[in-house]
């Protein structure tokens, strides 16, 4: 519940603290004195947009804080899910600045305005007098008879079964089209395929290839200089491997005497068995190379189908290419099974359907049965309200068809009147009975969500008299339950607050206090009788009160 709220500096409210009772807290004051403006400085505490107009003194910013008890309402796992620091008392706070930059605040770590607002939901419902059209809304009726229902579990279980199901009708949707598609050109592709198939590409050959041919493209070259090197080596007398094995044994036979002798006979033996290696790869080579003019032409045309296909399919190497063909065969392939991949995708959205079904065929059977309860506790609530021969019918209807909410259709029927037929609620009942049958709804809706605030904004509207008596005694039977704020004209509702505080313009400035018993007396007869309080409004007033 909301323990205390502060506001600085909004609209016409300069600075502003208070402390609300847990139960029933009425809120009262002249039209114009700025009940809205209180209300709308907490709209934006509870995570609503920001408008234009709300800093009175541009030279510092709006805050807005609100201290909530939040202990027992089960909100541990929001704050774990959020990364938020769990605290039964918990401060939530909003800042804008001048310049309109908005900032919020749970228990001191800034947070998303979206993660503000989920939690606002969360700890207060407001309603006001123009929430009553909200009963055109098929959702809000919807979702009001789950609410009833208890049947959050069985509504999350369906909503994901129905987004799988729609998301899989999506993917057959681009399956077909894309089969669609491809089969136009499946002719161009077959043949694309054919063409890499025919060439049989391999990673690296590309590079192998034109270093051979750089070989055989100067065989005669290569061969004549791999002669003249053996020649240089191997030569009779001359040759170097000769030379070198004899200035090798010559300092092998004076190494005895010689220092360094056996140093320098190992360096030559080391170059003597290099040259040799060199000279038996140069023997080996000048066999094995030769101008194959066949063989020639073969890398050549390969070499040149290869750079031929890349300009073709405009890639810059063979890795590339490779990447092509293999990107035409998956295309081809998937036309040749995309009838069988078409027909598995149907079966998936079969099988998700026949689930969703199931699960929508359970929420209109807890839907019926909650629809009956509503129907029978807000006609017999009505009557309290005055209302004796008023009807009220909640009605589900099977659609026949899936939605994101199930495959219901729900009107809330009604007629003041016992001899005329019922119609839709919406469209037949007047602002006062609108007012009642929106109590009548919230009252339940707010017992069964255990919500710890609701806060009720001139729905008493168009209501006067023992009707108006009624309904304060059925908003003060929801205080015993939980702290409910009601903002009313009627003296009936404001006399059965807990506390009851005023809303007052001062030197054009909102300001709200707390009112003792006398004060409370004077505040009720002045409702009842206008600016000059007479003796009788007193009276009456104390009587409402129940005070001597």
């Not at 201290?67 to 039964?88: R, T, W």
């Not at 681009?174 to 198939?197: G, H, I, N, P, T």
């Not at 990107?327 to 149907?346: C, F, P, V, Y």
């Not at 009252?443 to 168009?462: H, N, V, Y």
Request: aromatic share 4%; proline share 1%.
């Amino acid at each position: 519940m909301l323990q205390r709220l502060s506001v600085e500096n909004y609209a016409l409210i300069d600075k502003l603290d208070l402390a609300l009772d847990a139960r029933l807290n009425i809120i009262t004051g002249e039209t114009g004195a700025g009940k809205s403006i209180l209300l709308g400085a907490l709209g934006l505490l509870l995570g609503n947009k920001n408008e234009s107009g709300s800093i009175r003194d541009m030279e510092r910013s709006c805050i807005i804080e609100g201290v909530f008890d939040i202990g027992g309402y089960a909100l541990e796992s929001f704050f774990e899910e959020n990364d938020l620091d769990y605290e039964p008392q918990t401060v939530v706070r909003r800042m804008i600045s001048p310049a309109g930059k908005s900032r919020a605040f749970i228990n001191d770590m800034p947070v998303q305005l979206a993660t503000l607002k989920e939690l606002g939901a969360r700890l207060i419902d407001i309603h006001s007098q123009h929430k009553n059209m909200i009963l055109s809304d098929e959702m809000f009726r919807i979702e009001a008879v789950d609410t009833i229902a208890g049947s959050g579990a069985v509504v999350a279980e369906y909503k994901s079964l129905y987004k799988q199901l729609c998301a899989a009708e999506r993917e057959a949707e681009r399956m077909v089209a894309e089969a669609e598609a491809l089969k136009k050109d499946e002719e161009w592709l077959r043949y694309q395929v054919s063409e890499f198939e025919a060439a049989a590409l391999k990673e690296g050959e590309l590079a192998e290839a034109e270093a051979e041919l750089a070989v055989l493209e100067n065989a005669d070259q290569i061969g004549e200089a791999l002669i003249t090197v053996r020649n240089i080596l191997d030569a009779e007398q001359i040759g170097v491997l000769e030379q070198l094995a004899a200035a090798e044994s010559v300092v092998a036979k004076v190494s005895d005497n010689y220092p360094r002798g056996e140093e320098i006979t190992a360096r030559l033996h080391s170059v003597v068995q290099e040259l040799k290696d060199v000279s038996a790869t140069v023997a080996d080579d000048g066999e094995r190379i030769d101008a194959d003019p066949e063989r020639l032409q073969r890398l050549t045309d390969r070499v040149n189908m290869i750079y031929s296909m890349c300009q073709k399919h405009r890639v810059k190497g063979l890795e590339e290419l490779i990447e092509v063909g293999e990107r035409l065969s998956s295309q081809l392939k998937a036309i040749t099974h995309s009838t069988e991949n078409i027909e598995r995708q149907r079966e998936l959205i079969s099988k998700f359907r026949s689930q969703a079904v199931a699960q929508a065929e359970r929420l209109h059977a807890m839907r019926e049965q909650a629809g009956k309860q509503i129907s029978a506790e807000v006609a017999a609530m009505l009557q309290r309200l005055g209302m004796a021969e008023a009807r009220f019918e909640v009605e589900v209807a099977w659609s026949g068809e899936l939605m994101p909410t199930g495959g219901d259709k729900v009107r809330f029927a009604f007629s003041a009147n016992g001899g005329m037929a019922l119609q839709a609620v919406e469209k037949v009942a007047s602002g006062g009975e609108i007012s009642r049958v929106m109590l009548a709804l919230k009252a339940m809706i707010a017992k069964q969500k255990q919500l710890p605030t609701i806060i009720f904004d001139e729905i008493d509207t168009g209501v006067s008299g023992r009707i108006a008596d009624a309904m304060g005694e059925i908003i003060s039977a929801l205080g015993g339950n939980m702290q409910v704020v009601a903002i009313t004209h009627l003296p009936q509702v404001a006399s059965k607050g807990d506390t009851h505080f005023v809303v007052y313009k001062e030197n054009s400035r909102t300001n709200i206090t707390l009112l003792d018993k006398e004060q409370r007396v004077e505040e009720i007869a002045k409702m009842l009788s206008g600016s000059e309080i007479t003796e009788a409004a007193m009276s009456q007033a104390r009587l409402l009160l129940g005070v001597k």
